[in-house]
Protein backbone atom coordinates (compact mmCIF):
# COMPACT_ATOMS: atom_id res chain seq x y z
CA UNK A 1 0.00 0.00 0.00
CA UNK A 2 1.10 3.57 -0.70
CA UNK A 3 0.17 6.35 1.33
CA UNK A 4 0.99 10.88 1.32
CA UNK A 5 1.47 11.82 4.36
CA UNK A 6 0.28 16.01 3.92
CA UNK A 7 2.13 18.03 6.24
CA UNK A 8 5.70 17.46 8.40
CA UNK A 9 4.40 18.85 11.65
CA UNK A 10 4.94 16.76 14.90
CA UNK A 11 0.87 15.10 14.14
CA UNK A 12 2.18 14.17 10.04
CA UNK A 13 5.69 12.96 11.54
CA UNK A 14 4.32 10.84 13.62
CA UNK A 15 1.92 9.37 11.35
CA UNK A 16 4.47 9.20 8.66
CA UNK A 17 6.20 7.11 11.67
CA UNK A 18 3.42 5.20 12.79
CA UNK A 19 2.53 3.72 9.40
CA UNK A 20 6.44 2.75 8.44
CA UNK A 21 5.64 0.13 11.05
CA UNK A 22 2.87 -1.38 8.69
CA UNK A 23 3.99 -2.39 5.77
CA UNK A 24 3.09 0.69 4.19
CA UNK A 25 5.25 2.63 1.37
CA UNK A 26 5.32 5.99 3.60
CA UNK A 27 6.16 9.61 1.38
CA UNK A 28 5.24 12.64 3.71
CA UNK A 29 5.33 16.15 1.97
CA UNK A 30 5.80 19.68 3.58
CA UNK A 31 5.55 22.72 1.82
CA UNK A 32 7.58 24.39 4.16
CA UNK A 33 10.29 22.90 6.45
CA UNK A 34 9.54 20.12 9.09
CA UNK A 35 7.93 21.20 11.84
CA UNK A 36 8.36 24.67 11.00
CA UNK A 37 4.66 26.11 11.37
CA UNK A 38 2.47 25.49 14.68
CA UNK A 39 4.48 22.79 15.79
CA UNK A 40 7.93 24.89 16.85
CA UNK A 41 5.48 27.50 17.99
CA UNK A 42 4.26 25.55 20.52
CA UNK A 43 4.57 26.10 24.35
CA UNK A 44 5.33 22.21 24.66
CA UNK A 45 2.62 21.58 26.97
CA UNK A 46 1.62 17.95 27.89
CA UNK A 47 -0.99 17.37 30.32
CA UNK A 48 -3.81 14.68 31.39
CA UNK A 49 -6.05 17.16 32.78
CA UNK A 50 -8.89 17.82 30.23
CA UNK A 51 -12.74 17.40 30.78
CA UNK A 52 -13.81 15.04 27.80
CA UNK A 53 -12.99 11.56 28.08
CA UNK A 54 -11.62 11.35 24.70
CA UNK A 55 -8.67 14.14 25.50
CA UNK A 56 -7.70 12.28 28.47
CA UNK A 57 -7.12 9.10 26.34
CA UNK A 58 -4.89 10.65 23.49
CA UNK A 59 -3.25 12.28 26.58
CA UNK A 60 -2.35 9.24 28.56
CA UNK A 61 -1.93 7.07 25.14
CA UNK A 62 0.70 10.16 24.24
CA UNK A 63 2.35 10.07 27.34
CA UNK A 64 3.13 6.73 27.21
CA UNK A 65 5.34 7.72 24.37
CA UNK A 66 6.61 10.77 25.44
CA UNK A 67 7.74 8.93 28.89
CA UNK A 68 10.22 6.26 26.84
CA UNK A 69 10.73 9.21 23.54
CA UNK A 70 14.69 8.87 24.46
CA UNK A 71 14.81 5.05 24.46
CA UNK A 72 12.16 4.87 21.55
CA UNK A 73 14.06 7.46 19.63
CA UNK A 74 17.41 8.26 21.27
CA UNK A 75 16.54 11.61 21.00
CA UNK A 76 15.90 13.45 24.37
CA UNK A 77 13.32 15.73 24.44
CA UNK A 78 14.02 17.92 27.26
CA UNK A 79 10.74 16.22 29.36
CA UNK A 80 10.41 18.22 32.65
CA UNK A 81 7.20 16.41 34.84
CA UNK A 82 6.95 20.22 36.50
CA UNK A 83 2.85 19.36 36.72
CA UNK A 84 0.25 21.70 35.61
CA UNK A 85 -1.95 23.68 38.07
CA UNK A 86 -5.43 24.57 37.11
CA UNK A 87 -7.05 27.52 39.05
CA UNK A 88 -10.73 28.29 39.12
CA UNK A 89 -12.51 31.10 40.92
CA UNK A 90 -16.27 30.44 40.77
CA UNK A 91 -18.35 27.81 42.46
CA UNK A 92 -19.32 26.63 38.93
CA UNK A 93 -15.71 26.04 37.54
CA UNK A 94 -15.23 24.28 41.21
CA UNK A 95 -17.64 21.83 40.31
CA UNK A 96 -16.58 21.19 36.84
CA UNK A 97 -12.92 20.54 38.33
CA UNK A 98 -14.54 18.10 40.48
CA UNK A 99 -16.10 15.82 38.16
CA UNK A 100 -12.59 16.35 35.55
CA UNK A 101 -10.48 15.05 38.39
CA UNK A 102 -12.78 11.74 39.00
CA UNK A 103 -13.34 10.90 35.49
CA UNK A 104 -8.99 11.24 34.85
CA UNK A 105 -8.65 9.11 38.00
CA UNK A 106 -11.02 7.10 36.36
CA UNK A 107 -9.25 6.44 33.30
CA UNK A 108 -5.54 6.25 34.95
CA UNK A 109 -4.68 10.08 35.46
CA UNK A 110 -2.73 10.97 38.72
CA UNK A 111 -5.19 14.10 38.93
CA UNK A 112 -6.10 15.58 42.24
CA UNK A 113 -8.28 18.46 43.56
CA UNK A 114 -6.56 20.49 45.92
CA UNK A 115 -7.86 23.84 47.78
CA UNK A 116 -6.14 27.06 47.14
CA UNK A 117 -3.99 26.78 49.74
CA UNK A 118 -2.47 23.66 48.95
CA UNK A 119 -1.70 24.73 45.83
CA UNK A 120 0.39 27.58 46.88
CA UNK A 121 2.65 23.91 47.79
CA UNK A 122 3.15 23.89 44.29
CA UNK A 123 3.21 27.61 43.09
CA UNK A 124 4.34 29.80 46.15
CA UNK A 125 3.99 32.98 44.66
CA UNK A 126 0.05 32.04 43.87
CA UNK A 127 -1.89 34.08 45.88
CA UNK A 128 -4.65 32.33 46.80
CA UNK A 129 -7.26 34.75 47.32
CA UNK A 130 -9.30 35.15 44.16
CA UNK A 131 -9.33 30.81 44.23
CA UNK A 132 -11.96 29.03 45.59
CA UNK A 133 -10.55 25.56 44.18
CA UNK A 134 -7.31 24.13 42.22
CA UNK A 135 -6.51 21.05 40.26
CA UNK A 136 -2.52 19.51 39.96
CA UNK A 137 -1.29 16.53 37.89
CA UNK A 138 2.26 16.05 39.54
CA UNK A 139 3.06 13.55 35.76
CA UNK A 140 1.77 16.53 33.35
CA UNK A 141 5.03 18.62 31.92
CA UNK A 142 6.38 19.95 29.16
CA UNK A 143 8.86 19.13 26.36
CA UNK A 144 10.80 20.67 23.42
CA UNK A 145 8.18 20.14 20.14
CA UNK A 146 11.87 20.77 18.08
CA UNK A 147 13.54 17.74 19.16
CA UNK A 148 10.30 15.88 18.96
CA UNK A 149 10.13 16.65 15.30
CA UNK A 150 13.85 15.47 15.03
CA UNK A 151 13.17 12.42 16.95
CA UNK A 152 10.14 11.24 14.60
CA UNK A 153 11.69 12.48 11.52
CA UNK A 154 14.87 10.23 11.76
CA UNK A 155 12.96 7.50 12.68
CA UNK A 156 11.35 8.04 9.91
CA UNK A 157 13.07 7.93 7.51
CA UNK A 158 15.62 5.47 8.88
CA UNK A 159 12.34 3.23 8.56
CA UNK A 160 12.15 3.97 4.74
CA UNK A 161 9.75 7.20 5.12
CA UNK A 162 10.54 9.61 2.06
CA UNK A 163 10.36 12.99 3.43
CA UNK A 164 10.04 15.37 0.66
CA UNK A 165 10.08 19.17 2.32
CA UNK A 166 9.36 22.34 0.20
CA UNK A 167 7.01 20.38 -1.79
CA UNK A 168 3.17 21.27 -1.33
CA UNK A 169 0.30 18.94 -2.37
CA UNK A 170 -1.24 21.60 -4.99
CA UNK A 171 -4.30 18.84 -5.83
CA UNK A 172 -6.12 15.62 -4.65
CA UNK A 173 -7.51 13.53 -7.15
CA UNK A 174 -10.96 11.39 -7.04
CA UNK A 175 -12.27 8.22 -8.79
CA UNK A 176 -15.97 8.62 -7.56
CA UNK A 177 -15.70 9.11 -3.80
CA UNK A 178 -12.35 7.72 -3.43
CA UNK A 179 -9.15 9.76 -3.62
CA UNK A 180 -6.67 8.20 -5.54
CA UNK A 181 -3.78 10.55 -6.17
CA UNK A 182 -2.18 14.02 -5.66
CA UNK A 183 -0.76 16.65 -7.35
CA UNK A 184 2.87 17.89 -5.95
CA UNK A 185 5.13 20.76 -6.56
CA UNK A 186 8.36 21.27 -5.68
CA UNK A 187 9.05 25.04 -4.50
CA UNK A 188 11.16 26.27 -7.89
CA UNK A 189 9.23 23.78 -10.09
CA UNK A 190 7.65 24.86 -12.91
CA UNK A 191 5.17 22.21 -13.05
CA UNK A 192 3.39 19.70 -10.57
CA UNK A 193 4.08 16.06 -10.87
CA UNK A 194 1.46 13.55 -10.08
CA UNK A 195 1.55 10.23 -7.95
CA UNK A 196 -1.02 7.40 -7.68
CA UNK A 197 -1.22 6.29 -3.74
CA UNK A 198 -3.84 4.32 -1.89
CA UNK A 199 -4.30 6.59 1.27
CA UNK A 200 -3.96 10.18 1.93
CA UNK A 201 -3.60 11.29 5.24
CA UNK A 202 -4.32 14.95 5.91
CA UNK A 203 -2.17 16.62 8.74
CA UNK A 204 -1.81 19.85 7.57
CA UNK A 205 -2.90 21.36 10.80
CA UNK A 206 -4.37 24.98 10.25
CA UNK A 207 -4.02 24.36 6.70
CA UNK A 208 -6.03 21.35 6.54
CA UNK A 209 -9.62 22.72 5.22
CA UNK A 210 -7.80 23.64 2.01
CA UNK A 211 -6.24 20.37 1.97
CA UNK A 212 -9.94 18.69 2.22
CA UNK A 213 -11.33 21.11 -0.36
CA UNK A 214 -9.14 19.97 -2.76
CA UNK A 215 -10.37 16.47 -2.39
CA UNK A 216 -13.93 18.40 -2.18
CA UNK A 217 -15.31 17.77 1.36
CA UNK A 218 -15.62 20.86 3.84
CA UNK A 219 -13.85 20.25 7.02
CA UNK A 220 -14.67 22.50 9.82
CA UNK A 221 -11.09 23.83 10.79
CA UNK A 222 -9.71 27.16 11.08
CA UNK A 223 -6.59 28.86 11.68
CA UNK A 224 -6.76 31.00 15.16
CA UNK A 225 -3.72 33.36 15.87
CA UNK A 226 -2.30 32.95 19.55
CA UNK A 227 1.10 34.60 21.14
CA UNK A 228 3.25 33.48 23.76
CA UNK A 229 5.86 36.01 25.69
CA UNK A 230 9.13 35.15 26.90
CA UNK A 231 9.74 37.51 30.02
CA UNK A 232 12.44 37.96 32.64
CA UNK A 233 10.10 38.18 35.92
CA UNK A 234 10.53 39.88 38.87
CA UNK A 235 11.20 37.58 41.54
CA UNK A 236 11.91 34.67 38.78
CA UNK A 237 9.24 31.73 38.59
CA UNK A 238 11.20 29.14 40.43
CA UNK A 239 12.35 26.16 37.74
CA UNK A 240 9.81 23.78 39.74
CA UNK A 241 6.77 26.06 39.67
CA UNK A 242 3.54 24.08 37.16
CA UNK A 243 2.28 25.17 34.10
CA UNK A 244 -0.11 27.39 36.30
CA UNK A 245 -3.41 28.31 34.32
CA UNK A 246 -6.21 30.77 35.71
CA UNK A 247 -8.82 29.06 33.48
CA UNK A 248 -11.62 31.98 33.94
CA UNK A 249 -9.35 34.79 32.86
CA UNK A 250 -7.11 32.39 30.44
CA UNK A 251 -4.01 33.40 31.25
CA UNK A 252 -0.94 31.09 32.05
CA UNK A 253 2.25 31.01 32.74
CA UNK A 254 5.55 28.62 33.16
CA UNK A 255 8.95 28.92 34.05
CA UNK A 256 11.42 28.16 31.28
CA UNK A 257 15.26 27.80 32.50
CA UNK A 258 17.44 30.85 33.97
CA UNK A 259 14.58 32.76 35.50
CA UNK A 260 12.82 33.37 32.54
CA UNK A 261 9.07 32.63 31.92
CA UNK A 262 6.73 32.04 29.30
CA UNK A 263 3.01 33.91 29.27
CA UNK A 264 0.38 33.12 27.72
CA UNK A 265 -3.26 33.75 27.30
CA UNK A 266 -6.52 34.75 24.72
CA UNK A 267 -8.12 37.53 25.95
CA UNK A 268 -10.36 38.89 23.97
CA UNK A 269 -12.99 36.88 22.06
CA UNK A 270 -12.08 38.53 18.38
CA UNK A 271 -10.60 36.24 16.60
CA UNK A 272 -10.15 36.76 12.85
CA UNK A 273 -12.65 34.64 11.10
CA UNK A 274 -10.94 34.87 7.47
CA UNK A 275 -7.05 34.25 9.03
CA UNK A 276 -4.85 33.42 6.15
CA UNK A 277 -2.06 30.72 7.49
CA UNK A 278 0.26 32.05 4.99
CA UNK A 279 0.06 35.55 5.73
CA UNK A 280 -0.58 36.06 9.33
CA UNK A 281 1.19 38.02 11.42
CA UNK A 282 4.06 36.17 13.32
CA UNK A 283 5.56 38.71 15.80
CA UNK A 284 3.78 39.14 19.38
CA UNK A 285 1.72 42.45 19.65
CA UNK A 286 3.33 44.30 22.65
CA UNK A 287 0.07 45.59 24.01
CA UNK A 288 -1.40 41.84 24.25
CA UNK A 289 2.04 41.13 26.02
CA UNK A 290 1.90 43.62 28.22
CA UNK A 291 -1.85 42.80 29.19
CA UNK A 292 -0.67 38.59 29.61
CA UNK A 293 1.81 40.24 32.09
CA UNK A 294 -0.59 42.34 33.93
CA UNK A 295 -2.99 39.29 33.98
CA UNK A 296 -0.44 37.11 35.56
CA UNK A 297 0.13 39.43 38.16
CA UNK A 298 -2.65 40.04 39.25
CA UNK A 299 -2.66 36.39 40.76
CA UNK A 300 0.75 35.86 41.38
CA UNK A 301 3.76 37.54 43.01
CA UNK A 302 6.32 36.83 39.96
CA UNK A 303 5.18 39.51 37.62
CA UNK A 304 6.11 42.43 39.76
CA UNK A 305 6.82 46.58 38.07
CA UNK A 306 10.27 45.49 36.99
CA UNK A 307 8.90 42.31 34.99
CA UNK A 308 10.88 42.62 31.42
CA UNK A 309 9.15 41.66 28.21
CA UNK A 310 12.15 39.91 26.10
CA UNK A 311 10.38 38.71 22.99
CA UNK A 312 7.87 36.63 21.70
CA UNK A 313 5.86 35.25 18.48
CA UNK A 314 2.23 34.18 17.28
CA UNK A 315 1.33 30.99 15.88
CA UNK A 316 -1.85 29.16 15.01
CA UNK A 317 -4.29 26.80 16.84
CA UNK A 318 -5.93 24.77 14.13
CA UNK A 319 -9.72 25.26 15.88
CA UNK A 320 -13.00 23.30 15.12
CA UNK A 321 -16.22 24.85 16.60
CA UNK A 322 -15.69 22.38 19.67
CA UNK A 323 -11.88 22.67 20.46
CA UNK A 324 -11.86 18.79 19.55
CA UNK A 325 -9.57 17.21 16.46
CA UNK A 326 -11.09 15.52 13.70
CA UNK A 327 -9.89 12.07 13.37
CA UNK A 328 -11.67 9.89 10.82
CA UNK A 329 -11.66 8.24 7.50
CA UNK A 330 -13.53 11.60 5.74
CA UNK A 331 -13.81 9.78 2.16
CA UNK A 332 -12.15 6.76 1.13
CA UNK A 333 -8.70 7.08 1.01
CA UNK A 334 -8.41 10.21 2.69
CA UNK A 335 -7.60 10.14 6.34
CA UNK A 336 -8.10 13.69 8.30
CA UNK A 337 -6.18 13.99 12.07
CA UNK A 338 -6.07 17.52 12.07
CA UNK A 339 -7.82 20.54 13.81
CA UNK A 340 -5.92 19.91 17.15
CA UNK A 341 -6.40 23.68 18.88
CA UNK A 342 -4.05 24.27 21.52
CA UNK A 343 -3.15 19.93 22.48
CA UNK A 344 -1.73 18.89 18.92
CA UNK A 345 1.54 18.29 20.04
CA UNK A 346 1.04 16.27 23.18
CA UNK A 347 -1.40 14.23 21.23
CA UNK A 348 0.63 13.48 18.20
CA UNK A 349 1.97 10.45 19.12
CA UNK A 350 -1.39 8.81 20.12
CA UNK A 351 -3.23 10.76 17.20
CA UNK A 352 -0.49 9.45 14.41
CA UNK A 353 -0.81 5.20 15.52
CA UNK A 354 -4.93 5.96 14.87
CA UNK A 355 -4.15 7.70 11.66
CA UNK A 356 -1.91 4.84 11.06
CA UNK A 357 -4.36 2.30 12.11
CA UNK A 358 -7.29 3.87 10.29
CA UNK A 359 -4.86 3.81 6.96
CA UNK A 360 -4.14 -0.01 7.32
CA UNK A 361 -7.11 -1.19 9.02
CA UNK A 362 -9.75 1.22 8.70
CA UNK A 363 -10.46 1.17 12.05
CA UNK A 364 -8.12 1.47 15.73
CA UNK A 365 -7.99 -0.56 19.04
CA UNK A 366 -6.24 2.49 20.50
CA UNK A 367 -9.27 4.20 21.93
CA UNK A 368 -12.74 5.54 20.69
CA UNK A 369 -12.94 7.87 18.17
CA UNK A 370 -16.41 7.97 16.95
CA UNK A 371 -16.72 11.15 19.12
CA UNK A 372 -14.12 12.95 17.08
CA UNK A 373 -15.96 11.87 13.64
CA UNK A 374 -16.11 15.23 11.32
CA UNK A 375 -19.81 15.00 10.94
CA UNK A 376 -20.79 15.78 14.64
CA UNK A 377 -21.10 19.04 13.90
CA UNK A 378 -23.80 18.59 11.70
CA UNK A 379 -25.05 15.85 13.80
CA UNK A 380 -25.36 18.47 16.69
CA UNK A 381 -22.96 15.76 18.54
CA UNK A 382 -20.03 18.19 19.73
CA UNK A 383 -17.74 17.72 22.59
CA UNK A 384 -16.91 20.54 25.55
CA UNK A 385 -13.39 21.07 26.74
CA UNK A 386 -13.78 23.44 28.62
CA UNK A 387 -10.37 23.63 29.96
CA UNK A 388 -8.30 25.43 27.06
CA UNK A 389 -6.26 28.71 27.43
C1 LIG B 1 1.11 29.82 20.78
C2 LIG B 1 0.82 28.34 20.74
C3 LIG B 1 1.00 27.56 21.91
C4 LIG B 1 0.73 26.19 21.86
N1 LIG B 1 0.96 25.45 22.99
C5 LIG B 1 0.73 24.11 22.96
C6 LIG B 1 1.02 23.31 24.10
O1 LIG B 1 1.48 23.80 25.14
N2 LIG B 1 0.80 21.97 23.99
C7 LIG B 1 0.28 21.40 22.86
O2 LIG B 1 0.05 20.19 22.86
N3 LIG B 1 0.01 22.14 21.77
C8 LIG B 1 0.22 23.48 21.79
N4 LIG B 1 -0.06 24.22 20.70
C9 LIG B 1 -0.71 23.59 19.56
C10 LIG B 1 0.28 22.83 18.72
O3 LIG B 1 1.34 23.69 18.34
C11 LIG B 1 -0.42 22.28 17.47
O4 LIG B 1 -1.65 21.69 17.81
C12 LIG B 1 0.47 21.24 16.79
O5 LIG B 1 1.74 21.75 16.55
C13 LIG B 1 -0.18 20.78 15.51
O6 LIG B 1 0.76 20.01 14.79
P1 LIG B 1 0.44 19.69 13.28
O7 LIG B 1 1.50 18.77 12.81
O8 LIG B 1 -0.98 19.26 13.16
O9 LIG B 1 0.50 21.12 12.56
P2 LIG B 1 1.73 21.94 12.00
O10 LIG B 1 2.91 21.90 12.87
O11 LIG B 1 1.19 23.28 11.65
O12 LIG B 1 2.08 21.15 10.68
C14 LIG B 1 1.26 21.17 9.52
C15 LIG B 1 2.19 21.25 8.33
O13 LIG B 1 1.45 21.09 7.13
C16 LIG B 1 2.17 21.79 6.13
N5 LIG B 1 1.30 22.00 4.98
C17 LIG B 1 0.20 22.77 4.91
N6 LIG B 1 -0.32 22.73 3.68
C18 LIG B 1 0.46 21.91 2.94
C19 LIG B 1 0.45 21.47 1.58
N7 LIG B 1 -0.50 21.89 0.71
N8 LIG B 1 1.41 20.64 1.14
C20 LIG B 1 2.40 20.20 2.01
N9 LIG B 1 2.46 20.60 3.31
C21 LIG B 1 1.51 21.43 3.77
C22 LIG B 1 2.54 23.09 6.84
O14 LIG B 1 3.60 23.76 6.20
C23 LIG B 1 2.88 22.61 8.24
O15 LIG B 1 4.27 22.44 8.43
C24 LIG B 1 0.24 25.59 20.68
C25 LIG B 1 0.07 26.36 19.53
C26 LIG B 1 0.37 27.71 19.55
C27 LIG B 1 0.18 28.52 18.30
Not at 29 to 53: D, P, Y
Not at 250 to 260: A, H, I, K, L, Q
Not at 326 to 354: C, D, K, Y
Amino acid sequence: MDALVVGGGVVGLSAAYALSDRDVNVTLVEKGSLGNASTARSAGGIRSQFSTRVNVELSLASKEVWNSFEERFGVDIGLRKNGYLFLARSEATAERFRENVEMQRELGAESELLTPAEATEHCPGLDPEPFVAATYNPDDGIADPNLAVQGYAEAARERGVEIRTKTAVTDLHREGDRVVGADLREVGAERSERVEVDRVVNAAGAWAAAIGEMAGVDLPIAPRRRQIAVVDPTPPVPESVPLTIDLETGSYFRPERDGVALVGGHFDGDDDPDQDPDAYDEGMDVEWAARAVENAAEYTEYFGLDTRIQRGWAGLYAVTPDHHPVVEETIPGLVTVAGFSGHGFQHAPASGRIAADLVVDGETDLLDVSPLAGDRFERGDTLTERSVA
